[in-house]
């Protein structure tokens, strides 16, 4: 938690208003210009000044609290490259939340821009505003140590019986040696020896990201703080927990940072601000459907199944300990469960392996239906997994009741419970799946079966089941309790509007919402140019147009003086260009993958300032939240339009539901969504306004079709120039 100043307690109760709403727009824009204005190098921004301007008028529209009839107000906002947008909505929603006695919520959904709030932007502003904020940075459960079960792991947790003989994270293959997985429990061992000496000597706050090296994923699963396996209050070391003392600070601070998946995850519940009392503010925007559609899926794996063996033996020790019964025979319902989904696990290999000639791949039902020889294995494997599930939670509230009647048994109670909670999550991904797997409406849900080989002797397989429309999901579980929000974010228009975020983000004939495009302060015409080569190959034959725009790209690469980035839409299109490269290019060329993203744009940067070519590969990842201003990147090189794959299992459930109710989703989904990701590749190469750069893209589509037009249209306006690919 960060402050200008020390500051009281806050709290999430909204005093009465005072001042009405044109009053309140107007302080919170006169202090988005005193913050600007204060600003070393300030540069008028019409466009920065527009933004506040909307966020002002809007939030002050929002009823907060307790109210009858409350109006709720939604602004959306595109806001071009250089606009300033951080500075417009930090220093206006924070300056009325000050004024209305409620707290805002900054949402993101990059770590980067978490890191450029928290070190940068939120304490420039709070050295600027005349009255004192505290700010602070949410963050899940998970990302902290839990006590307790860091003391199991060192041999200080004072219980000592076979129950509590944790079994160690899976190792990354099967095929490990007695050896090898005893020089590992060794080097763990030392690791969390190190991890609860540092926390004993208050010199590390229990936070995973403050580590000097971050842990392996499957080493911190063992001791983070989880929902399921938490007693709070109850637990002994809950005045020490490093995640509930990160809540206390959070609940004291005036503007909370978070991000997307953080926010959803947490409706209905009281880790954050109350969505209709709070200002909220989503930036990168326009990740809200995806991330809807990921918290919302579930998937169960079907081939790792040894939880079930020790699921019974734990729940029975767990009761016989507390001497309480069990609500069912946990023994039968898993020696059951673990019969049923095995037979699945081998018809669902069966139907794959039918599917894809043997091999590994995605199965995905057709229609949102399931097979019929598929329903009674699933509707047996939903029965028995909700008895057991229904188990673990009657034991599990036994637990805390014992802990809540006689406190000596707190600590034996705390570890009793975190042991049952390690198998909530494994449990409840079963009933989970297979009630999203039986489930059929009116709207489908994309439903498929996963085959991957691990290794030549392991296979696993999952099953999967996602609801197809994020809108639906965002209207009906965040919408319903935000009241006055800010969405913003460089490319929320498609093709020149805003239909397709709207539509996907479930804001469409909303009457609380207003959207607004504010331009970039650059002068793309003068500053960059977007050269559209013309291939003789169409780019429809992948093997044909793959080879001759590596031939044209290879040409392009040896004029590059300084800083490029070239965007590919596939890894078999990028090695392909990779395996081209002369080995004058080879020592230029810096490959995705090939290194950690953080060392492989500290190389980039290390060279282009040593006056050495450099070029980085990159895929999706790479075309959006990149910056690389100036001679780190004076030309973006685009190998296709960057279409998604057509394999994805929600998007072609979509497409088949969208073409069974006579939509065409191509030109509903496919295009704007392409022309989402266009706007944001082209993006990557005007960063200030110093910069001159230059964008080739080798697909000709771009201008001879009316789609391409549709998505050129929407881009930034650089000078466009044509060229024939050279013979």
Known sequence: MTSATPTTAFTDTLSPLVSAPDTLAQHALAAFEDVVGATAGFRSRPGQHDMAHRIAQTLSRADLGEHPSPQKAIAVIQAGTGVGKSAAYASTAIAMALQRKTRVLISTATVALQEQLMTKDLPALAQSMPTPFVFALAKGRGRYVCKLKLERWVGTGGAGDELFEEELPAPATNAVSAASQEADEERRTKLYEGMANMLAHASWDGDRDSLAEAPDARDWSAIAAERHTCTVRHCPRFRECSYYNARTKLAEANVIVAN?????ASLGMKTLPDLDNCLVVFDEGHHLPAVALDQFSSSMDLSSLRWLDRMPKILQEVSARLHVDLSQDVSTLSSQLKVALGQLARMGMDLVHNSTDGQDGILRFTNGLLPETLTDPVTLIHGHAQGLSKALEALGQEVKQVAKDDPSQAMLCAQLYAKLGALAPKIGSVVSTASLLLEHGEQPLAKWLELKSQSQMFLTITAHACPIVPGDLLRQFLWSKVRGAVITSASLTSCGSFDYFLREAGLSNNPAVTALEVASPFDYAKQGTLTVVHTTADPKHADAYTKEMVTELMKDLTQVP???????????????????????????????GTMSRTRLLATHQARVEASVPSIIFGLQSFGEGLDLPGELCETVFIAKLPFAPPSDPIDEARAEWLRSVGRDPFNELVIPATGVKLLQWTGRAIRTEDDRAQVICYDKRLQQTAYGKRMLAGLPAYKLTTRMARA
């Open 260 to 264: 997307h998946d953080l926010v959803l």
């Open 562 to 592: 300084k800083g490029a980035l070239v965007l590919f839409t596939s890894r078999v299109q990028m090695r392909a260009a990779t395996d081209a490269l002369l080995p004058v290019l080879q020592e230029k060329v810096l490959v995705q």
